[in-house]
C-alpha cells in the first residue's frame, strides 16, 4: 500500500533523474553581528554539536565560554509513580461524573501525583573563562555568529593591534575550538581556569592541561549519579606556555588553539556506570592533529550537510546593515523582511545544534544552559514545549535531527509501563513532564500533573514521521509503540454517564482552568476537547498503520469504534471551540495554552475545506485568547493563523515576538538580543515553533493536498524558498512575485499522485509545458468533502462544506523525478 501522496504543483515540466534532494543554496546574509560584548547571558551566542553547548560572550578582556553537555542531568536513575493510583481510579472518576471536582482533585494529588520526585534538572558544565591583560581600551569592535557555516568570531583593535576569536563546536572532533589570532607576532597573551557552581568540583593541572571534575546534584531525594570530566589543552605557536594548579598561562603567542573536551559516564537512562576522564581524553585525543582551517571545513561541512537544504529569501532592505538587536527593536516599526528569514533559518540553526542522531532531545533549553537549576528545571515539558521543539524537523529537511525525540518516545514506551500498570492498564503511558531518566509519573501536583495523554501527542511524531517518508521499514518498527499507546486507551476510557461517550478521565486542559465552570479552582475533568482529539487521532492513526503493514485487522477495527464513540468537538455559546465537554470557556480568557486548537494544529482534524464551521469555532477561539502572550504561545500562534489561512495575523504574530524581551516590565514574549525565545525568561520551544510557522505560512500538506502560499502575507510579495518537505514524499522549490507563484520545482521521493491547491496562487503568465515543449494538462477534479461527523456537536449544518466545488489538480509522478514548471 502506498503511503499518503498529497497533491502536487504545476507550471513548465522538466523531468530528470535524481538521487537526493540536497538543495545548494547561495551564500545569504545570515549572520547576527553585534557591535558590543555580551554582558547577559541571553546576549551571548549559542553553538552547539549535538552533545557540546558553548554560550560564547565576547569580551575583549575577559572572556567566557559557558559550556553544557546533554547529559550533565540532577539525580539517577528512578521513575516517580504513585502505587495507590489502581485502587482511588473508580473513586475519582465517580467524583468527576458526581461533579465534585475539588475533591477529585484533591484525591489524584494524593494517589495519582508523584510523592516523592518531580523531575530531574538539567545542569551547566561550568565555563572556561580566558583573562587578557591590557584589553579594556578596545576599539572596531565586531561580534558575529554566522549560521551558514556554524561558527562564531569576534574582532577588535587594541593599540593598534588587531585581534580574532573563532569558536566552534566541532562536529567531527567532538570538541569545543577557539582559535586566537593577532595581527603582529608575539601579542597574545591570557590566562585561562576552568570556574564551576559546584560546590563539591575539583580543578586541577593534568597533563599540561586544566581538568575539572565534578558530579551532577542531588535533587528531590534522588542522588545525583552523573559525573563528568573538563578538559582544556592549548596548543601555541610562539611564545611561552605554563600549567600551574588551576591556571594555564599563556604569553607572547603568535597565534594560539584552544580546545575544550567533556565526558560523561552516562550511557543510557539506565546505566551510569561510563568513565567520565576516559571519555573526556578520548575526544581530546585528536585536538591538534588537524590545522585551524582544517577542522573548521570540515565541521561546517557536516553542520552544512543539512543548513543547506533550506533556503528562504524575503528580500532585504537597509536594516540588514544594522546590528541584530537593534533590528529586532526596530522591527515593528521598520520593514525588515530578511530579519524574518534570518529567524526562520535561527530556529533550524538550533535545532541542527541541539539535537544529532544518537544524542538526546532537545529540552526546555535545547542543550544551553548556566544554572544548576534550570527554569522548570529544564526538563522535557511534554504537554506542548518539546513537541514544539520538533515542529520544524520534518517540513524544514532536518528529519534526523527528530532522531532523538522519536528515540525518547522509544524510551518511555518501554519505562513507561510502569505508569499504565500503575493505572491497571496494559500499554503504556506518561503524563505532563519527563527527563533524561524517562520518568513517567504524574508530576507538579494535582493541577498540572494529571494528564495521562501525552502518549497520544508522542504517536502523532512517530505517524508524522511516515508520512514525509513513506518508510515501511520505519513504520513496522513503531508499530508496537503506537499500538501499546492504543492499548492503554482500550483500557483506560471510560464510558461517562450523561453522554454514553467514552472520556480520558482523569485529566486537564493544560494548564487552564475553566472561568465559568461549577469550581473554578478545579483543573481536573473528563474528556477535555484536547484529549479526544488527541486520542481520536491515535487510534485512526494506528488503525491506518495497521492496514499498511496488514497486521491486527480486528483490532484495528476495535480502535476505529473507539474513535468513533469519543465526545464531539463542540461549539459554544460564544461561538466558540469548546475546551471542555461542558460550555465553560470565557471570551476574556487570555490564557498562554490553546489546547483545544490542537486539532487545528499540529492536528488536521479542523479544515476550512471539511469542516468550515469548526474552522470558524477555532477562529473564534483564537480571536478570544488574543495574541500578546509567552513566547511559545505565540510561536504556536503563528502556526494556528497559518493554517487558518490568515497570513496577515500570522505575520502580526512574528511582529509580536520580535521585540525585545523586558524582563523586569512584566511583559510576556518577546526575543532576547541573541534572538533566544523568552517566554520570559529563555525557553526555546518559540523559536522552533515560529520557525515551524513560517514553514506554515509558505505550503501545507496536512489537508488532502500541497496548499502553495496559503498564509503569505501582504507583506511579502516576493520571496523564493527551496527544499521545504511536503507529506507524501515531495519537496518544493517556489518563486513568486506579486503575491502569485511564477516557478516552481516538485521533486518526487516515492512517486505516485501529486495533487495541488492553488488558492489562486499561481501566476496567470505561467502555463505548463514538458522539457520538449509539448502542452501538459493536469488534471482537474471537484473535491469530494469527507463528512468528519464523530469529530462535531450533532447540528445539522455543521459539515456543509464552505465551497461545494473545489477545483483541485492532480498529476502523476515517478519516484526519483525532478518536475521544474517554469513561464513558457
Partial sequence: MKPYLPSKICIALFISLFCSVTICVAEQNLKLRYDHPAERWVEALPLGNGRLGV????????????????????????????????????????????????????????????????????????????????????????????????????????????????????????????????????????????????????????KQMLRMDAKASDHEGIAGKVRFTSLAKVVNDGGSRQVSDTLLSVRNANSVTIYISTGTNFNNYRDVSGNALSRAEQYMNVAGKKTWAKALEEHSAVYRKYFDRVSLDLGETEQAKKPTDVRVAEFASAFDPSLAALYFQFGRYLLICCSQPGGQAANLQGIWNEKLRAPWDGKYTININTEMNYWPAEVTALEEMHEPFLQLIRDVSEIGRETAAMYGCRGWALHHNTDIWRSTGAVDGPGYGIWPTSNAWFCRHLWERYLYSGNREYLQSVYPVMKGACEFFQDFLVTEPKNGWLVVAPSFSPENKPPYGKDPKASVYAGCTMDNQMVFDLLLNTATAAGILETDIPLAEQWRTM????????????????????????????????????????????????????????????????????????????????????????????TNQLKPAIEESGQSGGTYPNLFDAHPPFQIDGNFGCTAGIAEMLVQSHDGALHLLPALPDVWRSGTVKGLRCRGGFTIDMKWQDGKISDLTVYSNLGGNCRLRLAGALKGDVELATADNNSVNPNPFYAQVEIRKPLINAKADICTPRLSQETLYDFETKAGNIYHFVKK
Fill in 55 to 206: 554560550m560564547f560572550f565576547g569580551n575583549p578582556a575577559n572572556e567566557e565560554l559557558q559550556l553544557n553537555e546533554e547529559t550533565v542531568w540532577g539525580g539517577g536513575p528512578h521513575n516517580n509513580i504513585n502505587p495507590l493510583a489502581k485502587d482511588s481510579l473508580s473513586r475519582i472518576r465517580q467524583l468527576i461524573f458526581d461533579e465534585k471536582y475539588m475533591e477529585a482533585q484533591e484525591l489524584c494529588g494524593k494517589t495519582i501525583s508523584s510523592q516523592g520526585a518531580n523531575g530531574m534538572p538539567y545542569q551547566t558544565v561550568g565555563s572556561l573563562r580566558l583573562h587578557f591583560a591590557d584589553q579594556e581600551h578596545f576599539r572596531d569592535y565586531t561580534r558575529e555568529l554566522d549560521i551558514t557555516n556554524a561558527v562564531a568570531q569576534v574582532a577588535y583593535s587594541v593599540h593598534g593591534v588587531s585581534y580574532r576569536r573563532e569558536v566552534i563546536t566541532s562536529f567531527t572532533e567532538q570538541l569545543v575550538i577557539i582559535r586566537l589570532t593577532a595581527s603582529q607576532k608575539g601579542k597574545i597573551s591570557f590566562d585561562a581556569r576552568f570556574t564551576s557552581p559546584y560546590p563539591t568540583s575539583e580543578r586541577t593541572a593534568y
Fill in 563 to 654: 474513535a468513533y464513540r469519543l465526545p464531539p468537538m463542540q461549539v459554544g455559546k460564544y461561538g466558540q471551540l469548546q475546551e471542555w465537554m461542558e460550555d465553560w470557556d470565557s471570551p476574556t480568557n487570555h490564557h498562554r495554552h490553546v489546547s483545544h486548537l490542537w486539532g487545528l494544529f499540529p492536528g488536521n482534524m479542523i479544515s476550512a475545506f471539511e469542516t468550515p464551521l469548526l474552522f470558524d469555532a477555532a477562529k473564534n477561539s483564537l480571536i478570544h485568547r488574543g495574541d500578546p502572550s509567552t513566547g511559545w504561545s505565540m510561536g504556536w500562534k503563528v502556526c494556528l493563523w497559518a493554517r487558518l489561512l490568515d497570513g496577515n495575523h500570522a505575520y502580526k504574530l512574528i
